[in-house]
């Protein structure tokens, strides 16, 4: 035990960031762990998608030229909160939601729970994910 003391009091930087890491370690976990979307990879919304699923691409216009997921209606990131009341007949379906990298839509997913969708889910990745895994999209 005396080594262990002798260790933090020779190293207090090393012991804080230890500290520092494994309290984010623990969020992360529990956000993970609490979130009430699921994240889901590009072929398990495949499985969802042939099952008649609502898709939701909300990335900026810009990106649109990548590409899109077939049947997916686009709304920008930014104009989801306004733009509610348009997909609030799918909050009964199953939603994937997707951005560029799936950081955004993680926040998208969050917005449709807390207005009343049920089963909503979040593509690991996003459009990017999609692409790499050489799934099919449609260019406009």
């Given amino acids: 035990m005396d080594a262990y003391f002798n260790f933090i009091s020779n190293n207090p ?20 762990i ?32 990548e590409g899109i997921i077939k049947n997916s209606k686009h709304i920008n990131f930014s104009s989801v909160q306004t733009s509610l009341d348009s997909i609030k007949k799918y909050c009964n379906k199953a939603t994937i ?17 807390k207005n009343g969708f049920n089963n909503v889910y979040s593509i690991k ?3 990017q994910a999609w692409v790499t895994d050489s799934l099919p999209i449609v260019k406009k």
């Fill in 13 to 32: 930087i090393l012991f804080i960031l230890f500290f520092v890491i494994l309290s984010f370690i623990i969020f992360n976990e529990y956000k993970t």
């Fill in 34 to 65: 609490t979130q009430k979307y699921k994240d889901i990879s590009p072929q398990d919304a495949v499985f969802l998608i042939n099952d008649d699923a609502f898709i939701l691409d909300v990335r900026e216009n810009s990106e649109l030229t």
């Fill in 97 to 113: 939601v997707y951005c560029k990298s799936g950081v955004k839509s993680a926040t998208i997913s969050n917005l449709l729970i």
């Fill in 125 to 127: 990745g996003g459009f």
